[in-house]
């Protein structure tokens, strides 16, 4: 291939024969073109790092003279500087080839779950259940395109978990639903599009009508079965129980209306044994709320802040976070004993439903179990209940709750409430 040096000019390239050659332009040194056998090729030359760098600028018909000319300079200044351009377009070629690969390709379930995981703010007991339902209830299709799951299978699935839990197959479907939402949005194309179907498969089970219907538990203990199950609450020996923690959770539970996770995160900040109040904080909008204890679970938080070593009011040497965590165990034994069957959320109904059967009012009723506000009411902003009231109100509860026990609990709780000499609580949230 010959190489010469010229003043390089459209007319000058466009009279060249197709016979392999090179020419140097004379005017910018490390400008020229090369010619094969089936194009003419405007390039630069020139060493970079002590090493001859050979750089194409583009085809002449794709790109005029002054074109070529003009990126000719860029490159040679970037090369000058000891830049190799070889290397920065393949640099730009791979990321380019990596950020359409990212858009490219569709997710598999996993995959997209796994994204979604990384960039929703979920509580963790949301991202216990999501979880769940991916590795457990849908884990034959983690590894299936998520556009792939078409109709059929969300009916044939939802039917299959239906057979293990009605509950379970609706909620599995809809953190499905949720998955495929946000991932309709995130996937795009470089066009900004989904890369993914738009229409959720899940939608089937609106189109048929496929969703299970669930009845809404309305369980609680009735207060004939009271008395049996107050024996034996009390009557609960098992390890751990030195301090009586499980007993007094559930009493606390039960006494208070409080859901499961309020009660079992209880700490010493939150009682204040001055006044005989106790906060919970809502863990479905983080805001606390104050109730007045009434006689018994006063006397019954003195004994467990005489006997307490820390922070948490029920606390747990085998839990993580220090308190008690989910004790079903617990609340199965005494299932068994008493032959009553009842959840933790039964509890609440229980408090819920002596509340109604007192008459109490329905503002009362509301403060008492923290009801959010209905905004169609425009009364209830303007109803203030004294805190005599609501006091009168618990001590009502407990009186049923307890019933022929309350004198007798209230006996044995009195010397240990008073064996501190300061009700101050001294430990930090």
Request: hydrophobic share 35%; with cysteine; proline share 2%.
């Amino acid at each position: 291939m010959s190489s010469q040096r010229v003043k390089l000019t459209e007319t000058f390239i466009d009279q060249l024969e197709m016979t392999p050659a090179i020419y140097r332009d004379s005017d910018l040194i490390g400008f020229a073109i090369r010619v094969n056998n089936t194009c003419k090729t405007f390039i630069v030359e020139k060493k970079v790092l002590g090493k001859t760098v050979r750089s194409t600028i583009g085809l002449h018909g794709d790109l005029t003279l002054a074109q070529a000319c003009d990126i000719a300079k860029d490159k040679l200044t970037q090369m000058s500087q000891g830049i190799n351009p070889n290397q920065v377009k393949r640099k730009t070629i791979a990321e380019e080839k990596v950020k359409s690969d990212l858009f490219q390709t569709k997710p598999t379930l996993k995959q997209a779950f796994d994204n979604y995981l990384s960039h929703k703010t979920l509580k963790p007991r949301t991202i216990k259940d999501y979880t769940m339902v991916v590795n457990d209830y849908l884990k034959d299709w983690n590894a299936i395109k998520l556009d792939e799951i078409s109709r059929s299978m969300i009916q044939a699935k939802h039917s299959e978990l239906s057979h293990r839990s009605m509950a379970q197959a609706n909620m599995t479907m809809r953190v499905l639903r949720a998955i495929y939402n946000y991932s309709v949005e995130y996937y795009l194309d470089e066009n900004d599009r989904s890369i993914l179907d738009t229409h959720n498969p899940i939608h089937t089970l609106n189109a048929k009508q496929g969703w299970n219907k669930i009845r809404r538990r309305k369980t609680y203990i009735h207060e004939d079965q009271l008395p049996n199950w107050i024996k034996a609450v009390f009557e609960y020996k098992d390890r751990g129980q030195q301090l009586e923690t499980n007993r007094d959770f559930l009493l606390t539970l039960v006494l208070t209306g409080l859901r499961r996770e309020e009660c079992e995160s209880l700490s010493w900040t939150r009682i204040d044994l001055k006044y005989g109040r106790i906060t919970s904080i809502d863990q479905k909008n983080s805001t606390p709320h104050t109730l007045p204890m009434g006689g018994f679970l006063f006397m019954l938080m003195k004994k467990r802040y005489a006997q307490a070593t820390n922070e948490w009011v029920f606390p747990s040497a085998k839990s993580t976070s220090g308190h008690i965590v989910n004790i079903s165990k617990v609340r199965q034994k005494i299932n068994k004993s008493c032959g009553i069957e009842f959840s933790f959320h039964d509890l609440r109904r229980t408090f819920g439903a002596i509340a109604e059967n007192l008459d109490l009012g329905q503002y009362t009723i509301k403060h008492l179990l923290n009801h959010q506000d209905d905004d169609r009411d425009l009364t209830v902003g303007s109803v203030q209940l004294s805190e005599k009231k609501l006091r009168d109100a618990m001590n009502a509860i407990e009186s049923i709750i307890l019933g022929a026990y309350k004198k007798n609990l209230e006996a044995e709780l009195i010397p240990s409430s008073l064996s501190r000499k300061s009700d101050q609580v001294e430990f930090d949230a």
